[in-house]
């Protein structure tokens, strides 16, 4: 594997760290951040390199993801799902790939999936409606991915569609006011009667078949990947990202701490606290070794023209949601026993801690659902979901 993208971003670490204040108090990535993250190749990882990108192993691309949300946990967020929004381009039609990056190969895009929009069929493609929530990143982007229902004459749902909108199109408000991943910008958005081409439209039944148009010109195993799968891991991999940053910050903070209670003397030299490095970082080892071994047998699957196995889809979807479980039980741990000082909004404890929590309520971190899913599997019952 060649690392010099992981190299570029580990060089950028120190300043996403530094920054880290001002992203939460301007509750968006600052514009130097994403503009470094592009010069290091970040947003090509999973760009087709028919278009410019790299096309690398997905791998790469969430080991990269941690560690920028080890720094940052907002712009690791964001820089994770704008990151993925390539690969999902890369089976649409290849004329809506042309049109986003035949000018600009770093032309980024935001999302928000959730079907909220209404498509009405036209002559040539749709009319689009609708506002949606938890637009990561849209402050940046060119394109925006948005998720909506089609509809007959009758005005009832008959598909559930991904449309691809320019910015220019979209309306966006400044809504984004949290207590955790404050910096990611996540704004909602706006679309007022705009037509989308035909050709900047993808079912999501395409999606649960591993199938897509941008196959035909795209015909390495990243496109026959599972949405699933890929999608998911990109919410879970920052949060891990953040709780692994959350203990090296406890680690560095309890070092020489002595206490002012409980007898005194070196926190360091605490076994409570002692166990509590150790089961924050099993917990966070677990997790991502689980998660990098599904996603590297998804890919050497793909690479080998086999067929995906749906006992390896769920198990993927599986060990994502139990990873995003791990990344709250470190996270919890290490802020319980880390003191008053971790309430404060700059102490990076309490940073991380707040982030993880904020990005567990995301739908694909839906724990019990996924879980049953997968048991569902393993006792023969047909399991049809949009997200496996």
Sequence with gaps: MNDQVLDNVRDLLPIIAARAVETEEARRVPAETIAELTEAGFFRLLQPKRCGGLERNPIEFYESVRAIAGACGSTGWVASVMGVHPWQLGIFPKAAQDEVWADDSNALIASSYAPIGKLTAVDGGYRLNGRWSFASGIDHADWVLLGALAVDADDKPVDFITTL???????????????????????????????????????????????????????????????????????????????????????????????????????????????????????????????????????????????????????????????????????????????????????????????????????????????????KGAFGITVEDNLI
């Design 165 to 375: 909108v320019p910015r220019s199109e979209v309306t966006v408000l400044d809504v984004w006011d949290t207590i955790g991943l404050r910096g990611t910008g996540s704004n909602d958005v706006v679309v007022d009667d705009v037509f989308v081409p035909a050709h900047r439209s993808l079912r999501n039944f395409v999606h649960s078949r591993l199938e897509g148009p941008g196959q035909k010109v795209n015909k390495g195993p990243l496109y026959r990947m599972s949405f699933g799968a890929l999608f998911t891991t990109t919410v879970t991999a920052p949060l891990l990202g953040t709780v692994a940053g959350g203990l090296t910050s406890y680690v560095d903070a309890m070092a020489d701490r002595m206490r002012l209670s409980l007898g005194g003397g070196r926190f360091a030299e605490d076994q409570f606290a002692q166990i509590a490095v150790a089961r924050a970082s099993s917990e966070i080892d677990a997790a991502i070794l689980q998660m990098d071994r599904n996603i590297a047998e998804m890919y050497a699957a793909a690479s080998a023209g086999a067929e995906i196995p749906m006992e390896l889809r769920l198990r993927t979807r599986r060990d994502q949601v139990r990873g995003t479980e791990r990344a709250l039980t470190a996270i919890d741990i290490l802020f319980k026993t880390a003191g008053g000082n971790s309430l404060r909004r700059d102490n990076p404890i309490g940073r991380a801690w707040r982030d993880a929590h904020a990005g567990s309520v995301h739908v694909a971190n839906d724990v019990e659902r996924t879980l049953a899913l997968h048991g």
